[in-house]
């Protein structure tokens, strides 16, 4: 008789199904879109964590890039408003994207040669999830626009609001002045 090998990065690999449906185990990571509509959860630590450069992904986010986080399928719930969510299948991609209906929030990212992962915006989770994004993705599509870390310091006359100073031009020195 053979038996089946225990899977080593899975901590919940001995937690039954029905156990892990009813969310009684430790280490779950919740989220929820924008208007708390759509809330769903997947068992901690997620798969992997990255930063996504790539232009669909910029552009259904409005944003410089996006930060996903991936989970097995079977580590993922719905736990409010599935009857909420709608769906953009991209035919030529063969990937799919789902949005609130509600309030528009991105919430799942599939891809068709991935079926068994499903990808979640870092944003949506109101805790840990277990992984940092130390991935980059598309990064041959990084804008020129992006925030790359530079110092930045206070607008005057505006609380809360901090801006990219202009770099000091250094002072030529002429020989012989």
Same mark, same amino acid.
């Given at each position: 008789?053979?038996?089946?090998?225990?899977?080593?990065?899975?901590?919940?690999?001995?937690?039954?199904?029905?156990?892990?449906?009813?969310?009684?185990?430790?280490?779950?990571?919740?989220?929820?879109?924008?208007?708390?509509?759509?809330?769903?959860?997947?068992?901690?630590?997620?798969?992997?964590?990255?930063?996504?450069?790539?232009?669909?992904?910029?552009?259904?986010? !409005?944003?410089?890039?996006?930060?996903?986080?991936?989970?097995?399928? #079977?580590?993922f719930?719905?736990?409010? !408003?599935?009857?909420?969510?709608?769906? &953009?299948?991209?035919?030529?991609? #063969?990937?799919?994207?789902?949005?609130?209906?509600?309030? !528009?929030?991105?919430?799942?990212y599939?891809?068709?040669?991935?079926?068994?992962?499903?990808?979640?915006?870092?944003?949506?989770?109101?805790?840990?999830?277990?992984?940092?994004?130390?991935?980059?993705?598309?990064?041959?599509?990084?804008?020129?626009?992006?925030?790359m870390?530079?110092?930045?310091?206070?607008?005057?006359? &505006?609380? !809360?609001?901090?801006?990219?100073?202009?770099?000091?031009?250094?002072?030529?020195?002429?020989?012989?002045?």
């Amino acid at each position: 008789m053979t038996r089946k090998p225990k899977v080593l990065d899975d901590p919940f690999a001995d937690v039954s199904a029905a156990k892990r449906k009813a969310g009684t185990q430790p280490g779950q990571a919740k989220g929820q879109c924008l208007c708390g509509t759509v809330r769903f959860e997947i068992d901690v630590p997620a798969r992997w964590a990255w930063h996504d450069h790539t232009r669909a992904s910029r552009i259904a986010h !409005g944003a410089v890039y996006a930060t996903y986080v991936g989970s097995w399928r #079977k580590r993922f719930r719905v736990t409010e !408003g599935e009857d909420s969510i709608t769906r &953009y299948d991209d035919a030529a991609t #063969k990937t799919s994207r789902s949005f609130c209906s509600r309030c !528009g929030t991105p919430l799942f990212y599939e891809r068709g040669r991935s079926k068994h992962m499903i990808n979640i915006p870092r944003a949506l989770f109101k805790n840990r999830t277990g992984r940092e994004p130390l991935y980059h993705i598309g990064i041959d599509e990084l804008q020129a626009w992006a925030y790359m870390g530079t110092p930045l310091g206070p607008l005057k006359g &505006y609380p !809360g609001v901090v801006w990219e100073r202009p770099r000091k031009k250094k002072a030529f020195d002429f020989p012989g002045a």
